[in-house]
Structure formats: C-alpha cells, structure tokens
C-alpha cells in the first residue's frame, strides 16, 4: 500500500448500474437509475447464493444512484432496501436528499445496513459544481437568461470529512468534484480513513475527456495517500486504483457492471497528504515571485533606459557648436 502502513484486506463491490441519457431529464428517467443499481446488485446477490460469486465485504454505489430522495419516495427507498438486505452487506449509496430549506437540496453518502436501514451518518458533498449543482448569483442572473431554471434548487455543502464505516471498513468517501480538492482528500487521510472511495456521476460528461481525466486524478490520489482507490460511476469509468496508481480493474463502456476487488486497507500520513498543500503553497507563491520579479526587473530596466534616452538627448543638445575655419562659409 505505497507509502502508508497496511491494516489489513476487504473484498469491496463498485456497482455501475448505467443510465438513460443523462440520468437527469425526468423523474421516471431518475426512477429507472434507481432502479438499474439495485437489480445489479440483487443480480450479483443471485450469483453469489448460486455460489458462482463470493459475497463482498461491502458494497459502493456511485453519486446519484438516486436522484430522489428516499426519506421522501417509498419506492425508492423500498428499491434501495431490497437490493441491500439482497446483498446482505452494508451499502454506500450516493442520494440527493431534500432541504435543509426550501429550494434546497444536499448531495449525499448514505451507509445503508442491511438490517437497520440508512445509519444516521452521512457524507454531504463539500465542493459542488458551480451551474451544474447550484446557481451562483442567481437572482441576477436569472434575469439574463431563463435557462438557469433547468436548476430548480441550490445543493448546500457540507463541511465535515467524508469518514463512513462502511461494515468492517473505515472508508473516505468524497463525490465526483471533490477529488480535485486538496482538503476532501487529506482530511479523509488525516482523519484516519483506511480506503478512498470515490462516487461519481460521469453521465452528463459521457462521450468527453472528462471522465478519463478524473480517473487520471483517482490515479495520482492513490499514490499521495498510499491508500487504494475504489471509484463507482452510474456509467463509466468505475474501477480500482492500487496505492502504487496500478489499474487493478475499470470499466471501458456504459454499461451495467459490478466489479469486485479484494483491495488494501492502510493508515498514517504520507508525505504526500502531509506536506503536499504546502508544497503547492510554495511553488505557487514561488512562481508569484518570478512573476513580479520580472516586472519590476523589467520595469526598473525600462526606467535606466529611458534616463539614458534622457541623458544622450540633453548631451547632443549641450555640444558647442564647432568653430568655422578660415575661408569656409558660414
């Protein structure tokens, strides 16, 4: 497990149920993504009990596996528990939740229990997508354009890490824009997470470069925290990153698939989640300094050059006039 110390093993399932178009434009189209995610999941279960397949230590589901929320929904939330006790492991699943207030909405990791049902602990996104999860300004912005409505409420972050004990795992999760951050990640390390999880929706980018991106980013966050990876998308790229940034498994189409990996639990602190922000600090206020170094190198020069300018002018302008020589015309 790179850099970290080993804890021990889990067996982990990443279930991409795969989506119609983007997942997101009606509310049958969000039901049937529920719906996708748990019959994968009841499907593995089958196998397993058929003994084709060994039972996972726990299983992931991506970001947005329901769109509605099943404190709200009885059939989502019955969609849900079937597939669980199914499964008959807990369960990471990604749900937007109503509220807090009015018009407002919260992007969440549930760990669902076979037994109990949803824990109360839970995850809530700490970095959402600007236009894509929330409006900024949007009161004076929707005077410009009616389109904004698409969004019809504002997620609300969270502040917490992303520490869930998933069964027997202590994981850190963090949803989709979140990897990108410097803090989701070394808050889950630092506070002791034993396995990265990374729950994702990459529909509305399917068919980009945006999703190979990020599973570069998955990649490169395994090796700074000595941690493996786990990533769970609704359709692509879902896999396994190992601690040295290893592809152990991916996904390379949209369409339903469960994986499962027997990965590596690790805790301590890398180098790397304990000096890389300040590491990053200093090469950005370093290239700062050359930045403005070079202007007032450049401006200081500009300066000398003028004042010679100056100089020469006020010499050429100072010089005696020669003496005229005998018999030549004045």
């Given amino acids: 497990t ?3 110390s080993a804890t021990g093993t889990a067996s982990v399932a990443a279930v991409q149920g795969d989506v119609p178009g983007t997942g997101a434009e009606s509310l049958g189209e969000r039901h049937e993504v529920t719906t996708n995610h748990a019959e994968a999941t009841i499907e593995y279960a ?3 009990e058929r003994g084709e397949e060994s039972r996972p230590d726990l299983v992931i589901w991506p970001e947005n596996s329901t769109d ?4 709200n ?16 492991v807990p369960t990471l699943i990604g749900a937007i939740v109503d509220g807090p207030g009015e018009g ?3 992007n969440v990791g ?12 839970r995850y809530v996104k700490r970095h959402l997508v600007p236009f894509g999860e929330y409006i900024p300004f949007r009161d004076q912005l929707a005077q410009l354009s009616s389109r904004l409505d698409q969004i019809a409420r504002d997620m609300q972050p969270g502040n917490d890490p992303g520490l869930l004990q998933v069964g027997p795992v202590l994981v850190g999760t963090m949803m989709c824009f979140d990897v990108a951050y410097d803090d989701t990640l070394a808050d889950n390390a630092s506070n002791g997470a034993e396995l990265m999880v990374v729950q994702t929706n990459n529909a509305t980018y399917y068919g980009t470069a945006q999703p190979e991106q990020q599973w570069g980013i998955e990649q490169v966050r395994a090796v700074e925290t000595g941690r493996d990876v786990v990533v769970a998308s609704v359709n692509g790229i ?12 991916r996904t390379h189409s ?34 700062l300094g050359g930045v403005m170094a070079t202007y007032v190198i450049r401006r200081r020069r500009g300066d000398k050059d003028a004042d010679d300018d100056d100089r020469t002018a006020e010499t050429e302008s100072a010089e005696p006039e020669a003496p005229a020589v005998a018999g030549e015309p004045r």
């Fill in 254 to 287: 949209r369409d339903r698939q469960v994986l499962v990996q027997q990965v590596d639990l690790a805790g301590g602190v890398t180098w790397g989640v304990r000096f890389g922000a300040w590491l990053e600090w200093g090469l950005a206020l370093l290239g």
């Fill in 110 to 121: 549930l760990v669902w229990d076979p037994e109990q049902g949803p824990l109360p602990d």
């Fill in 238 to 249: 879902s896999g396994f990153v190992s601690a040295d940034g290893e592809v152990l498994q």
């Fill in 73 to 88: 929904n009885p059939d989502i939330y019955g969609s849900i528990d079937s597939a669980v006790q199914a499964i008959g």
């Fill in 68 to 71: 509605v929320d099943p404190f």
């Fill in 2 to 4: 790179g850099l970290a």
């Fill in 46 to 48: 089958e196998r397993i």
């Fill in 104 to 106: 407002e909405a919260r």
